[in-house]
């Protein structure tokens, strides 16, 4: 009985995740979302509460299926310069609406964009996801300054937050269509920072 009530609220999760991924996580009214997932208003109270909590469930599962992964590639890098490029190029050839989760611009960077419109658990659990992505790209940065790829003078959390934070807007611009040129504009300017710090 526990265990298949266990399924369940894993199933209505990971559903409503793939829903909020395509839509946007405040693009989705709760009604809209017990309907999408085919549990009636008490059963999805009862298997996860709140509006709330079913966002932060689903943002949690799409962390730890999608994106944990990503600490490895970051942290065991060679380059800065081809891991930056090759995440811009991934999401310049991305678009919303696609049926593949893992083709589409990143739920949790979508979400990181409007995150102070959250509630306070769910701002703090996309925090915590920050700070595990910057820790990586300190080990990854550090890793590369004693190897003499990165100038040692630069202060490696702000060349961290620099990336971390302009790969958000750089999905932002993505996502709002702004222009071919301006979108290769922008890639173009972070990448030129890492040139700069770069031996």
């Not at 298949?4 to 559903?15: A, G, W």
């Not at 310069?81 to 678009?95: D, H």
């Not at 589409?104 to 769910?122: E, N, P, S, V």
């Not at 940065?141 to 750089?170: G, M, R």
């Amino acid at each position: 009985m526990g265990r298949s009530s266990s399924l369940k609220v894993y199933d209505v999760i990971q559903k409503c995740m793939y829903k909020y991924w395509e839509k946007g996580i405040n693009f989705f009214s709760f009604n809209s979302i017990i309907s999408y997932s085919e549990v009636s208003k008490p059963s999805m109270y009862r298997l996860v509460g709140n509006e709330d909590n079913l966002k932060r469930k689903s943002l949690l599962m799409y962390y730890e299926k999608h994106l944990s992964k990503n600490h490895y590639d970051i942290e065991n890098a060679t380059s800065l310069f081809e891991l930056t490029r090759k995440k811009l190029n991934n999401i310049q050839n991305k678009k919303d609406g696609i049926t593949d989760i893992n083709l589409g611009l990143c739920y949790f960077q979508k979400t990181r964009i409007i995150k102070y419109t959250l509630d306070r658990k769910t701002q703090n659990l996309v925090n915590r996801i920050d700070l595990k992505f910057t820790k990586s790209y300190i080990k990854l940065i550090n890793k590369l300054k004693a190897e003499n790829h990165i100038n040692k003078s630069v202060n490696s959390e702000f060349l961290a937050q620099f990336i971390y934070n302009n790969t958000t807007f750089f999905v932002n611009a993505v996502q709002n269509s702004l222009s071919m040129t301006e979108i290769e504009n922008l890639k173009n300017s972070i990448l030129d920072t890492i040139k700069y710090y770069s031996n």
